[in-house]
């Protein structure tokens, strides 16, 4: 295993800090690293709280400041963050307008932010839920029952973000962000495994030749396993199957998302968005706006992800609403 | 090779063509993909042009707009782009205040910015150059004499850059971009090599327990080939490195720049961001800024740079200037 880290046990603690040096203007790093939260809190404001398994950063805690997060607790590498991290961030950043969980669809981040909502529930703290589960490649996986959530979460995060900025209420932001996960669709392909600290060897073998399409953020395995293609060919399987469970027809304005799995440089991904957009363009779907780079990422895994969102005229300035956390900012 | 591209020849021109749909509010690309330039050129400044081979993105490409550079030409891969395109690029944003080059010190590159120099330079037209050298590793390299630029490019594009927008001339510019030059000083280390997509192989080979120590942003040899070490042993020889060659006595306050090489996932170098900050801290030397992340990479190379600015009030307040580029964003 070649990582730079000084031991697989610590390095969830050492990089938690490193962030929390990093970015102390937008964030703080809970001492006993339960959670990472806004340094300013905005009063009135439904507070959104996401987290999962550490190692598809930036996601939750390079997502968390204005227009985004309130707080994101991050799990062990690929584990399920502990309720009691949920309800300690809860209590750090309830406001008195309510809890909104954002929760990407894994056995383990389900059931504990199902405990974490019931420990943490009051009569004097609505808690909700929205749960993301993007990814078409497959309808169940390894820890999953149903479709994975995966880098569809980002957008979920950045719109019911904005809008809770502009102070709506729980009901109206839980069904928002419900909106926009039946609107979102996702699919990836590695070119290689990841490999997790603290097993020391990749999760999956790949031949010199082949790639996983439909790989899950944790290595999971997907639709099946082929022979190494070109980029076009990759985007024209993963945007057929993308627009095959969605309703973009022509005319459709759309967010593209071209998310790098951790391994993969921006030249690469770059050079999928533009075969993306050609098959998108060629159906006349608009793309009206695009992200490209390691968003949600699988550690060290090489690969990427195409994730459409349908979007409206409400929904685009939402996406463009400012936002100013450790990985993304604009207009601030 | 496994790499997300169609072809080796078509890469740079698909990657160019996606960037500059993704960023076509910011940027605008040459139709024959000599340059990407500022799409909003500002009247009566001074222009700043970089480039150099690609493969090193977000850099130069990335640091086009407001804050930074006017423009960029973009090489083949590892290959330093042609008089013409600098000359093309200086063309379109001259906008009569002067043209500053920025140029890496690789022989390609200073070569051709010198021929550039020549057939761009006018009576009307004043052509200054920065010339970048702060990679303490290796006193001479396989395509350079002298010292190799690195890292420490973002550092001046982003402090000159800011100085420009103020509206000072070109003598001033270029004394401000030699003094940063003086004061910063870059390190790498390579777990892994990188593979250029038109050779398809490894540029060098590793084995499973080596890492390469000062090795360049071309994958060229570093001080030694050593076995694979922890975090903070690795960050001690890089600060020793650059420490060593720089004036940064107890209370000096810097700028610390962690560098991902392009396969390193941002947990890696948040953990050697920590290692850096504690090395940094004990000698008494405050680390005013930080800059984590993939930001002058060597395609898919797993490893990480370390970058130190010894800066002033002044070199901070243009550090934290408002940016607003495809890869670099703040206060805008």
């Known amino acids: 295993m070649k990582k730079l880290i000084n031991s697989p046990d610590r390095v969830l603690v050492e990089a938690l800090d490193g962030f929390g040096a990093a970015h102390g203007d937008i964030v703080v790093v809970d001492q006993e690293h339960r959670f990472v939260r806004r340094r300013a809190l905005a009063a009135d404001k439904v507070a959104l709280i996401s987290g999962g398994g550490s190692g598809h950063e930036p996601l939750h805690i390079g997502f968390v400041g204005h227009g985004m997060l ?57 808690i909700q839920t929205i749960l993301i589960d993007d990814d078409v490649a497959v309808e169940k996986s390894t820890y999953s029952t149903g479709r994975r959530g995966v880098a569809g979460t980002l957008v979920v995060e950045k719109i019911v973000g904005a809008a809770a900025e502009e102070g709506h209420g729980i009901d109206e932001l839980r069904q928002l962000g419900e909106r926009v996960v039946r609107q979102t669709r996702s699919m990836g392909v590695a070119l290689t495994s990841c490999t997790v600290p603290a097993v ?87 793309v009206a706006r695009t992200l490209t780079g390691p968003w949600v990422t699988s550690l060290d895994m090489a690969g990427c992800s195409i994730t459409v969102s349908v979007i409206d005229q409400r929904l685009r300035a939402l996406w463009d609403a400012p936002v100013h956390t450790a990985a993304l900012r604009w207009r601030m």
Chains 1, 2 share one sequence.
């Open 70 to 126: 309130d707080a994101a607790c991050p799990g062990a590498v690929f584990t399920s963050p502990t309720p009691d991290q949920m309800l300690a961030a809860a209590e750090a950043v309830d406001a008195g307008s309510g809890v909104l969980f954002i929760v990407k669809n894994y056995e383990g981040d389900v059931m504990n932010f199902q405990m974490a909502a019931e420990l943490a529930a009051s009569p004097a703290r609505d």
């Open 200 to 286: 020391g060897a990749p999760t999956f073998s790949l031949g010199d030749d082949e790639m996983e399409m439909g790989v899950g953020i944790h290595g999971e395995p997907g639709r099946r396993r082929m022979k190494l293609a070109r980029a076009d060919a990759i985007a024209d399987e993963m945007l057929g199957a993308i627009l095959g469970d969605l309703d973009a027809r022509a005319g459709t304005e759309v967010l593209l998302l071209v998310n790098g799995l951790g391994g993969t440089p921006a030249m690469e991904l770059y050079v999928m968005l533009d075969a993306a957009r050609r098959i998108l363009t060629d159906r006349r779907i608009e």
